[in-house]
């Protein structure tokens, strides 16, 4: 009988092509979560610590038990330049998973961007520091570091499906997961709802302010009959 042995820190993945990742960090997550087909966000509770923060990159994923971070130390010991680091705390706020030691520590190592689904604390120091982070909420209590966790397996972060390598856009307004092998058709498609959101930005400017599928959709809606204008 063959023996399969189960690793639950995984090392080599694919990520996101770097090329990609930098078109996609031109993008609003808003815009992408759009083109990809409104799906793929985080839970409006997860949010930067700073409305500047902004984060684009390919995904190590972690899970770990609630409030304890040892995973999180292995990720950030095998994570390489660029990668964002996304965490599965379960959503539990009751002690924090990193603070100034660790997001200083990342940043350090080139890491793009933290995220957890999870509290973080050292609030004033990371809000004002240039590293993205990312959290549920905050707590002063710290972690523990005794709980096997996984690195790079598919997570479920916030309500959002996520592989090792998939890209992740965060910005002011939350973070959005893009399937790896999609990325490339999305940006195409990114580009062409961004620039129809300017020409609709423009009219809107030179007096057209009134949305033109408005009429059509209150009559599919039953909201107008067929012949009745607004």
């Not at 409030?67 to 994570?79: C, K, R």
């Not at 549920?136 to 005794?146: D, H, I, R």
């Not at 620039?195 to 107008?224: H, K, Y």
């Amino acid at each position: 009988m063959t023996e399969h042995t189960f690793s639950m820190l995984q090392r080599d993945i694919t990520r996101v092509d770097a090329e990609l990742v930098q078109r996609a960090a031109e993008f609003q997550a808003a815009i992408l979560a759009d083109v990809a087909g409104r799906r793929g966000t985080l839970h409006g509770r997860v949010k930067p610590l700073s409305a500047r923060m902004k984060v684009a990159g390919p995904a190590i994923t972690v899970e770990v038990r609630p409030g304890d971070n040892l995973a999180i130390h292995a990720a950030l010991a095998i994570a390489q330049p660029g990668d964002v680091i996304v965490v599965d705390g379960k959503g539990d706020q009751s002690c924090a998973l990193i603070g100034e030691i660790m997001s200083t520590q990342a940043q350090a190592a080139g890491i793009a961007g933290i995220i957890i689904d999870g509290a973080v604390r050292d609030a004033d120091a990371l809000t004002q520091g240039a590293f993205p982070v990312f959290a549920a909420g905050l707590n002063p209590c710290g972690p523990t570091k005794s709980v096997a966790g996984r690195v790079n397996h598919p997570v479920s972060v916030a309500g959002a499906a996520i592989q090792p390598g998939d890209l992740i856009i965060g910005d002011t307004d939350g973070v959005v997961v893009l399937p790896r092998a999609e990325v490339a058709a999305l940006l195409e498609l990114a580009q062409k709802k961004l620039d129809g959101e300017n020409r609709r930005l423009q009219a809107i400017r030179q007096g057209d302010i009134r949305a033109p599928w408005l009429e059509e959709a209150l009559r599919a809606a039953g909201m107008l009959t067929s012949g009745e204008t607004l």
